[in-house]
Structures are given as C-alpha cells and as structure tokens.
C-alpha cells in the first residue's frame, strides 16, 4: 500500500476527519491510484490511531464514490467512470447557469451604465498568452485604454521538460510569439522578477517588477537556538520533476562528512520516494513529514532548521521561486541554485548561500549564532518585499504611474 512513510501528528481536529481528509487528498492527487488495495491496518499505523476512525473515514469515503468496500474482503480505490463525469458536469453546469441569472436580478441600473462604459484600465493576466493578441487589437479600437500586461510565468520557456522542447520547437515558438510579437502594444508590463524582464528584452521604462506576495503567519515564535551538533536543513514544497535531487543529495552527503545532517522533507510528489533514498543513500538522516497545511506546525520544523533547500534543475527558467518565498516567510535562509533575482538576492541581502563548491564547508563551520542573525536578514528583506501590503503598495504603484 503505496502511502508516505512517517506519520504526522493529530492536532486540533478528531481523528476520523485527518484520515478521512488525508487519503482523500492521497486519491484525488494520485498519491493512490484506482484498483489499488486500501488497508485500514497500515492506515491505522500510519495515523497512530485505533481502526474504528480508520473504518468511519472509509465509509465516507466509499459515500462520495472514491473508495469501494467489499464487506469481510477488502477496500480499493475507486475506478473512474465517464458517466460519473458526466453526471457531475451537468449539475455543475445547471448550478453555473442559475448563479448567472441570480447575479443579474442584482444588477443596478448604476452597475449596468458603469459596464457599458469604456474602461480606464484594462489589466490582464499571461498566460494564457492568446490573450495578448486580443487584447492588442482591442487596445488598437480603444486607444485610451489603459492596457496592462501582467506575466507571471514564462510559458511555454518554463515547460519542464528539455526534450520535448525540442521536439515540439515549432509550435512553442508560435506560442510565445502570442505573448512576445504584442507586450510593446500594452502601456505597462508587470513581472514577478527581473529575470522575465530581461528574457523578455523590455526596458525599465516599459516594465515593472513586482515580487511575489505571501503573508507571514501570525503568533508563531522566533527561532531561539540551533542544534550546535547536528546541521538541520528542509526541502519545502512539491517534489516533482524539476527538483534537483542529485544537488540535494551531494549537498547532504559533503556534509555528513563533516557534521551528522538531517533533512527535513515536507511535501509531496511523484518523485519523494527517490528524494528520500538519495538523501539516505548519500550518508544523511532523512525525516519524510509529507504535506502540512497548518502553519504552525510547519514553522516548529523550519525553526529547528539553519537553511532551506532552493534546488531545482538547470532547466527551469524562473528568476524567483514561490519555494523561496515560503522558506522566508518564516524567517529561514536558503541554500540556493537559482539564478538572476534569487542569486541577486542572497547575495547582497545575505540571506542564505548560493550554491558552490565549498557550501557544504561553510555550513559545517558556520556558528549557530551566525545563522540565527541570517535570520534577522530574512526578516527585513521579506517585510520589505514580499509581505502581503509592500506587494500591493507596489503593485498599486505601478499602476497609478500611468493613469
């Protein structure tokens, strides 16, 4: 039974709902694949629970047809049916449509003369990148619209996969030209790094960078001490194909040469099996937490840890990683190998290391204290650039400059 090997610890709501919430979130994101065999012995092991909430958690399951019991045999993930599909869609579509028409009894003859208006400002999100094309002619028919184009991914540059973008060059190229052949058109191009501004050949005057946005948890302690023996670090986040696992992995074991190492893992993916064994195969101590929602608990994690792990392959094309973002909402510096805005970043702000020959080194003999005052650092330059009100400041600002 193919579930995340260290369990997590039950807090704050009964046990049936954490089972029941958990496997379905195992179901719905592929974690546990149709036909599979589903045993409430392991899950009860798993949870630390007795099997009366496993068997309730099932049953709930087995209620909304992702689950199929067979009484006295055994339990297994529900197949997908096409006819479900479409039972689900057409109610969907039913309830869409009435939302519409009791959306439109509310509407004011005031609201109404406001829609028909021409807008002052026009602001779209790419991708989509056809998006730009239309938007192009449309800012053409309307002169004084203000048109903004507001990118937060590169697409299709960031698909992850450096074969098939060869094989499919042809119409990647013609993709991108949706977006690139009409950005001169808008009055105003946002990024979420500088990266895409330079990939993008747009000039100061044109484009505006405005970081990712996130918001610090509140009430959560500050990280007092550090492990002085034991080097804690955590990869934060989905662990997919764009995770540099060999990096990872040569990282922990340069280290534990040195120091003994643990690396928490918080997070789930196709691939956190193969990240595991690479840590463990390397000579340090791997600890599998799997996926946390709850904030608090995920910070009592990081506090113990001196840097977050910001590895990804060479391959993706991304200045600033939301990964990064999250490992400094809660103060934690980064082990990085991302280059332009993050490279830029750690460097002057001193907030982690960029990836080098000798960082297992200088972690080993970095002081605890040292890493603690990194921290602080942190702090100062999330608040100044990624907490939630400076990003809207900026944004709002950028806007109002061409009003």
């Excluded at 993706?316 to 082990?335: A, E, N, Q, R």
Aim: proline letters at 5%; one cysteine or more.
């Amino acid at each position: 039974m193919p579930i995340p090997e260290r369990p997590q610890a039950l807090q704050r709501q009964s046990a049936k709902s954490v089972v029941y919430q958990t496997v379905c979130d195992w179901i719905i994101t592929g974690v546990m694949k149709p036909g599979e065999k589903i045993l409430d012995s392991e899950l009860a092991s798993y949870f630390n629970v007795s099997r009366t909430p496993v068997r309730e958690a099932l049953q709930l399951l087995q209620n909304q047809k992702l689950v199929c019991v067979i009484p006295g045999r055994t339990t297994v993930v529900a197949d997908l049916d096409v006819e479900d599909f479409e039972k689900c869609y057409r109610p969907l579509a039913e309830i869409d449509a009435l939302a519409a028409e009791l959306a439109c009894r509310n509407l004011t003859d005031a609201m109404l003369e406001e829609l028909e208006q021409e807008p002052q400002m026009v602001v779209s999100i790419l991708p989509p990148n056809f998006l730009a094309k239309y938007l192009a002619a449309y800012k053409r028919r309307h002169p004084d619209v203000r048109l903004v184009f507001d990118i937060f991914d590169l697409w299709p540059e960031t698909f992850p996969s450096s074969k098939m973008k060869r094989l499919l060059a042809l119409p990647f190229s013609v993709w991108s030209g949706l977006r690139d052949h009409h950005l001169a058109e808008a009055d105003r191009v946002l990024t979420e790094c500088h990266m895409f501004q330079e990939r993008l050949n747009l000039s100061d005057e044109q484009a505006h960078t405005v970081f990712l946005a996130a918001q610090r948890p509140e009430g959560l302690e500050d990280a007092q001490e550090l492990n002085a023996e034991r080097i804690e670090l955590c990869y934060l986040g989905a662990i997919n194909n764009i995770v540099n696992i060999p990096a990872i992995a040569a990282l922990a074991g340069e280290l534990s040469q040195l120091r003994p190492v643990t690396v928490h893992i918080i997070g789930e993916g196709e691939r956190r099996e193969e990240l595991v064994q690479a840590i463990r195969d390397a000579g340090a101590q791997a600890e599998f937490h799997g996926a946390i929602y709850d904030e608090a608990e995920k910070h009592r994690i990081l506090t113990r840890c001196r840097f977050g792990l910001n590895l990804m392959r060479d391959s993706v094309c991304i200045g600033l990683t939301m990964k990064s973002v999250d490992y400094w909402k809660h103060d934690l510096p980064v082990i990085n190998n991302i280059p332009a805005d993050s490279a830029r970043l750690v460097e002057a702000e001193r907030i982690g290391l960029n990836l080098a020959p000798d960082t297992a080194k200088r972690i080993a003999a970095m002081p605890a204290e040292e890493c603690l005052a990194m921290r602080k650092n942190v702090r100062r330059v999330f608040d100044r650039c990624f907490d939630l009100p400076a990003v809207l400041h900026e944004y709002d600002a950028a806007l109002r400059e061409i009003v």
